[in-house]
């Protein structure tokens, strides 16, 4: 079970966890990564929707497992795929 892009997940600490949904995602270099905002400011129009981003795994079972991106040159790679994503999506807009 990969990610996909509108999948809601829910992040952050046990008790003050939110719902995001899942707005990008990628593989570099065999790792995949996703990029998620809150969902409640997706809806929003009004407000621009700050973006998480993690690596992530899935074991035998589909248990995903996430784990913050740490490296600069990681971030820089990640994040540059996704602004050509954004940037696409423009166009066709």
């Known amino acids: 079970m990969a990610v996909e892009i509108g999948e809601e997940l829910m992040f952050g600490e046990e ?28 809806d929003d129009e009004d407000k621009e929707p700050e973006i998480i ?15 913050e991106i740490e490296n600069d040159e990681e971030w820089k790679q990640v994040e540059a795929k996704f ?11």
Not at 16 to 30: A, G, H, K
Not at 83 to 93: F, G, R, V
């Open 15 to 42: 008790g003050s966890e939110q719902m995001y949904e899942v707005v990008y995602t990628c593989e570099i270099n065999e790792k995949n990564y996703l990029m998620a905002a809150l969902s409640e400011e997706l």
């Open 53 to 67: 981003a993690f690596s992530y795994t899935e074991d035998e079972e589909g248990t995903l497992f996430f784990d």
């Open 83 to 93: 602004n050509s994503y954004i940037e696409e999506l423009e166009k066709e807009a």
